[in-house]
């Protein structure tokens, strides 16, 4: 059994979207064992009591400075000592220490086709205003391995997403969200659980068979 621990700052749609993939089993083999929301106004906490998960918060703000928050966050994931930490918008940059102790064991979900629309500041509703500000024709989202830099590491899966005329920033984010986030994120959690990836020369590769 894989025991996830995911991190949230917002809405939760994507940590929805993980409960509900392991309620109706599109992914199997794993267990969500906690929730982490640096956010305490957050709704994904509240989808997570809903599910009898519990919820904890872990904000920067909290502490005195950045690297307090840093240990104290270490430290509480490596008391939960999940098997894979989810990162479904987390808002909170990973500390290298986190990165170091659970190396390969952190994914995220980007909302856009990396390396386009990421990297520092490219976060939420900023990513698809600034595709249509470039007047992208196509988006996308991405699940990828963390590992030090910023949305750098080796990427998992990824779906392309048509951007439309009329978009606005909403409603190009919903489109992606549906059309490939909810879809992307469960997949590669069942993926992880049942060992059909592993990672060689820093590429996400399959499993033969699987
Ligand atoms: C999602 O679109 C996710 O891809 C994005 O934040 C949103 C969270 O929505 N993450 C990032 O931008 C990370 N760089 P949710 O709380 O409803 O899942």
């Known amino acids: ?116 629309f990421c990297g520092v500041g490219y976060y939420g509703l900023k990513v698809h205003e600034k595709v249509l500000e470039r007047g992208a024709k196509v988006t996308g989202a991405t699940v990828h391995f963390v590992n030090e830099g910023m949305d750098e590491g080796p990427i998992i899966a990824q779906k392309a997403v048509e951007v439309l005329e009329d978009d606005t920033p909403e409603v190009l984010q919903r489109r992606v969200m549906e059309l490939a986030e909810w879809i992307l994120l469960p997949q590669a959690i069942d993926d992880i659980a049942n060992n059909r990836l592993f990672i060689e020369d820093g590429r996400v590769k399959r499993s033969s068979g699987a």
């Open 1 to 116: 059994m894989l025991r996830i621990v995911v991190c949230v700052s917002g809405g939760g749609t994507n940590l929805q979207a993980i409960l509900d993939a392991i309620d109706g089993g599109k992914i199997t083999n794993t267990e969500v064992i906690a929730v982490i929301s640096n956010n305490p106004g957050a709704k994904a906490l509240d989808r997570a009591k809903a599910h009898g998960i519990p919820g904890m918060l872990m904000s920067p703000k909290s502490y005195s400075d950045r690297e307090a928050f840093n240990s104290a966050f270490t430290e509480e994931m490596c008391r939960l000592a999940p098997d894979l930490v989810v990162l479904a918008g987390f808002l909170v940059r990973i500390p290298e220490e986190m990165v170091a102790k659970f190396s390969n064991r952190i994914v995220n979900i980007h909302p856009s086709l990396i390396p386009s």
